[in-house]
């Protein structure tokens, strides 16, 4: 075909374009300008009459506007553009049509890319201006000079608004949207929520953060109080509404990270890039120094910034548990005191804790497990917890003393201040919601009664207002009642003694182990342990630069723990010379003494300790001391086995028995031993006694 001129249009349309479709784009970047440039819109479908024009039939031409209020900058949202791409792919257009080209592409990556496709397929292009032929090299120059210039006008529309933005930011004047708890009043000044619930959630979620140190602690307080916390709607038809609902852990760390609950007006804390997919991605934060603007004390906040910097340094402290180094991390609910303190000292790494159960108290063990689980290489070194944390325990308490009274009065004032605010927050939900059933009165009351419709919308409301009201009412109620109350006397005089004695703060069994830990925590940097065949070497490193180091002995093996106490040994050795195994185990029960388990006697029990230790029988016992036999003591008697069992049931012999089962052994007969009709009755006195009237024939019988 001829070079012709953009201009000399029907030229350069062909039969074979003209037996395909021909194919309308519109897009507006806005819905503003939907609604608003009617008169762009208007001239974009004219070009409908361009393709009739150029011979198509009005049948082949395809509008696509679908794209309406979506930018050009990227194709990735444009399903409009998307499917104009496929079907010029496929051969299915002669021509493509567009007021410029902007309309089609502000992106020289999608330009480009739908002008290859059209070269490629024989597809035309038309704009405003003219009739271009993505084959030809002249119009293939001017499309992409036309898509250059868009792209660059794109630049220059964003750079002049963008520099705007800037200044604003830069002397604090910008209005950005604001975390819940701040809003904007009538002057466009940002001040605290007037709503006093709002403040109270906000200051209690800051306040249980300085308390548990955790994110996931704060969530768990809030939970375990039944506490529900605010959010604004950020877009759709509840747009700016407030609503209540239990608290994330997301919504935490976004509150903790954003510095205008400080006070602080700042932009750019973000960076923003475009991803694969054309579309923009916001990355991690950035550092404080390369942020845009940062104005402290610009509004009223709920903390100082010195507290939310701490806030941030104790994240970071707790999200460090989960890095390459196993560095410390928050204070857990687990009985290991040196949980997140703990090194290795042959490897330099973190050691890890593991829980087990013995005789049903949780005991905690050291493990220095990286080198198995990256080289699966043997275990560094494994050590048993519960004597260091014991060790550790003393060592703290000596340190700790002297700040007895003042830690605890701290605790004490924290925990009513926080009960405080528990109950202030819940007070606030039911007066809110009382406000809430009592405006949907109101409304309903003054309704049109005929208007049923309008009427039976407005009472479900009320109703709906009403359970509301009710379920915050109880849920007051409940965690009143709950409540522990003013301390009584002997509770105040018990506080006074622990607040003197901090021993007994930190064994006291209400203590929770997590609050030993935390102060823990406070006081030490990290316990570096080295274990080798003679004993365990611990060197505790504390937070003001003193160090300490002492050894342990090493743990008992396994059988070594299970043995049976000396003294109990030495009493069942004592008991075995008048007493039977069953017998043994009443009375060692009766003592309160156990086995090596921890479990109470019974006979098998005494029977394998008695083997186990070589303890002679009772049965030896007896027959070193001369006792006999069943079968020695018939021999000697002459008499049989049963005789012998008579006599000793009737005390003419005597025997001590040596087993569970009854059997005895007999002491040697005397002098004068019996005589085998020894005991037994006389004939004469063994014949029935006649009874008066009985005669001979009658004892007979009857002949």
């Known amino acids: 075909m001829p070079s012709t001129s953009a201009a000399g249009g029907p030229s350069k349309v062909s039969a074979a374009h003209l037996h395909r479709h021909a194919y309308l784009y519109v897009r507006q970047s806005t819905l503003k300008q939907v609604l608003t440039n009617t008169e762009s819109t208007r001239r974009q479908y004219d070009l409908r009459g361009r393709a009739i024009a150029l011979g198509w039939r009005s049948e082949q031409v395809i509008v696509i506007d679908i794209d309406q209020g979506h930018s050009g900058a990227s194709a990735a949202d444009r399903e409009g553009f998307q499917r104009l791409v496929a079907e010029v792919s496929l051969g299915k257009a002669g021509i493509v049509l567009g007021l410029e080209c902007s309309r089609l592409a502000r992106n020289n990556a999608d330009w480009h890319r739908l002008l290859e496709i059209c070269a490629l397929t024989g597809t035309l292009i038309c704009d405003e201006d003219g009739l271009y032929d993505p084959t030809d090299f002249n119009d293939r120059m001017l499309l992409g000079m036309k898509g250059q210039i868009s792209e660059a006008e794109l630049h220059f529309l964003r750079a ?33 929520d007037p709503d006093q619930a709002v403040q109270t959630a906000v200051r209690h979620l ?29 877009k759709g038809p509840r747009k700016g509404e407030l609503d209540w609902a239990p608290l994330t852990h997301s919504a935490v760390l976004r509150i903790l990270h954003n510095p205008r609950y400080a006070g602080v007006f700042c932009y750019g804390r973000h960076r923003t890039l475009p991803g694969p997919d054309g579309k923009n991605h916001t990355k991690l934060i950035k550092p404080r120094q390369e942020w845009i603007a ?19 340094d104790r994240l970071a402290h707790n999200a460090a548990a989960h890095g390459a180094d196993r560095s410390r991390g928050p204070a857990r ?29 949780e005991l905690p063990d ?44 701290t605790v004490a004032a924290e925990l009513a201040h926080r009960a405080d605010q528990a109950d202030q927050q819940r007070a606030a939900l039911v007066e809110r919601a009382r406000y809430q059933a009592d405006l949907a009165r109101r409304r309903y009351l003054a309704v049109d009664p005929g208007n049923r419709l309008v009427a039976d919308t407005l009472e479900a409301d009320w109703n709906t207002a009403l359970r509301d009201l009710q379920q915050a009412q109880d849920a007051h109620d409940s965690a009143v009642r709950a409540a522990t109350g003013p301390l009584t006397d002997a509770q105040k005089t018990r506080i006074s003694q622990l607040a003197t004695d901090f021993p007994a703060i930190w064994n006291d069994p209400t203590t929770p182990q997590r609050e030993r830990k935390r102060m823990a925590h406070l006081l030490i940097s990290d316990v570096t342990i080295t274990r080798d065949d003679q004993a365990i070497t611990c060197h505790v490193r504390f937070a003001g630069g003193q160090d300490h180091t002492f050894t342990l002995p090493l743990p008992k093996p396994a059988w070594e723990l299970r043995q049976t106490a000396p003294h109990v040994v030495a009493a069942i050795d004592d008991l075995l010379d008048h007493h039977t195994h069953a017998e043994i185990a009443d009375i060692l029960n009766a003592r309160g003494l156990t086995s090596g388990e921890g479990r109470p006697f019974h006979r098998l029990i005494v029977m394998r300790i008695r083997d186990n230790y070589g303890l002679r029988s009772r049965e030896q016992r007896l027959r070193d001391a001369g006792l006999l036999t069943l079968n020695q003591m018939a021999n000697r008697l002459g008499v049989s086995t049963s005789t012998v069992k008579h006599w000793f049931h009737a005390g003419i012999v005597s025997g001590q028995c040596y087993n569970d089962k009854g059997q005895i052994l007999y002491h040697p007969p005397g002098p004068n031993p019996p005589t085998p009709h020894h005991g037994l009755p006389k004939l004469a006195d063994r014949r029935p006694a006649q009874t008066p009237g009985t005669s001979e024939s009658n004892r007979r019988g009857a002949v």
């Open 366 to 409: 050291y493990v220095c497990q990286r080198a198995k689980i990256e080289h699966n290489e043997p275990l560094c070194q494994t050590l048993p917890g519960a004597d260091l944390d014991a060790h550790i325990s003393a060592l703290l308490l000596d340190a700790l003393t002297p700040l007895a009274i003042e830690a605890a009065l």
């Open 160 to 192: 002049r608004m963008r520099g705007g933005i800037l200044n604003a930011a830069r002397r604090g004047e910008l209005l950005t949207p604001l975390p819940v708890g701040l809003i904007h009043d009538p002057a466009g000044r940002v001040v605290l």
């Open 206 to 234: 800051f306040a249980a953060f300085a308390a548990t140190g955790s994110a996931h602690a704060v969530v768990k307080t809030f939970a375990d109080q039944h506490l529900l916390f605010p959010r604004r709607h950020r």
């Open 333 to 361: 609910e687990g009985s290991a005191l040196l949980q997140g303190l703990i090194i290795c000292g042959k490897c330099g790494q973190k050691m890890t804790v593991r829980y087990h159960l013995r005789r049903g108290i």
């Open 294 to 312: 940062f104005l402290p004390g610009a509004h009223p906040g709920y903390i100082t910034l010195t507290e939310f910097d701490a806030n941030l």
